[in-house]
């Protein structure tokens, strides 16, 4: 008994009329499919409605109803909320005059670990009404990743545009986050760093950058790798790459002031407060010195904060929040503390 014909899928049309006529056809070229396939007209226009652009023509490059309803569905609104526990400080006004100004003026920002880089451009998109995708980067990230790619859907081949593509054609604010961890496939960004735009191969499309459009991108370092061993895994990144950037924003801790400002959006004991920020000056002055290997970040101090705030007891509430540090450096920690506040003893614990 002979066995039944498969079914031709939208996948084998495609691949057949592109190779065959390109990726815009007609009546004519899907006749000649039919006869190619043995199945009828009516069939080869079902398997290739997503394709249609137009009376008699169709659009192999694309599908461009799946990927409309895929933008539609993930991508409504992308304007950052306003935190209200958000206290400016550093380059905040600096990253907002840049987003304001509507000019695309690629900047790159970099600084220590926990110290608002990415919380104040969100932070200043959040405050102008401006539309912010964000991309995290590792040492995978690829092209595909940045740009878009085909993907399956429903047992259909689309197209996705990737974050970058997405920003380009919104004018959102793009932001690279942790760009030093990149391999030298970040060097597909190129022309995009330059204000062009960027032709997708894939497609035969290019993608010209809509008003609005700007691009940040925050490190560690500042792009030359990490000497002392801190930031593991980030990279040496392409000079060609880094001089596309034409400012670099060096981000510092807050001053002793702002930061307990943003703790008192934490935290109600003012007393605490206090020693927490005195401690955390010296151990960075300590650091600094070369005399300890680690650093109390901003953002450690917010989570010691919210941990008293759970806990109600300040030892327990350091303690928890330093104990990702090796032992060496915690007793060092607790010792600094002790000199701040002489009525704790993280002995009792």
């Known amino acids: 008994m002979p066995f039944a014909p498969v079914p031709v899928t939208t996948d084998d049309l495609i691949s057949y009329l592109t190779e065959k006529h390109g990726e815009t056809v007609g009546v004519p070229e899907l006749l000649g499919a039919s006869d190619h396939f043995g199945c009828s007209l009516a069939t080869i226009k079902k398997r290739l409605k997503d394709q249609k652009s137009g009376v008699g023509k169709w659009n192999l490059s694309v599908v461009e109803k ?15 909320m306003v935190n209200k526990e958000y206290v400016p400080f550093g380059n905040f006004a600096d990253v907002k005059k840049v987003i304001k100004s509507g000019q695309f003026y690629p900047c790159f920002i970099t600084g220590l670990s926990g110290n608002g880089k990415t919380f104040s451009i969100e932070q200043a998109c959040a ?8 991309v995290n980067i590792t040492i995978e990230t690829d092209e595909d990743d940045l740009i878009g790619g085909f993907r399956l859907v429903n047992g259909e081949t689309v197209w996705h545009d990737g974050p970058v ?19 030298n496939k970040i ?10 735009g960027i032709y997708l191969k894939k497609t035969g499309t290019y993608v010209r950058p809509a008003k609005g459009f700007q691009v940040f991108a925050t490190a560690n370092t500042k792009g030359k790798g990490s000497d002392d061993g801190r930031f593991i895994g980030t990279n040496v990144l392409n000079e060609a790459f880094l001089e596309r950037f034409p400012v670099t924003f060096e981000q510092a801790y807050p001053s002793p002031a702002t930061e307990a400002k943003i703790l008192m959006k934490h935290c109600d004991d003012d007393k605490f407060i206090s020693n927490l920020v005195d401690w955390a000056d010296i151990i ?25 705030r759970i806990f109600g007891d300040k030892v327990k509430a350091i303690k928890v929040c330093i104990s990702r540090f090796d032992e ?5 920690f607790e010792e600094l503390y002790d000199k701040v506040d002489a009525d704790v003893d993280f002995e009792v614990q």
């Open 66 to 80: 799946l990927e409309q309803t895929f933008q539609q569905s993930t991508m409504e609104n992308l304007v950052p």
């Open 127 to 134: 405050q102008t009404n401006r539309e912010l995708i964000r």
């Open 284 to 308: 960075r002055k300590t650091f600094a010195d070369g005399g300890i290997d680690e650093v109390i970040s901003t953002r450690r101090l917010v989570h010691i904060a919210q941990a008293y």
């Open 328 to 332: 060496e450096t915690m007793k060092a």
């Open 187 to 196: 060097l597909c960004l190129q022309s995009v760093l330059e204000g062009n």
């Open 165 to 183: 593509v997405e920003a380009l054609k919104r004018g959102a604010v793009l932001l690279l986050d942790e760009i030093d961890l990149a391999s």
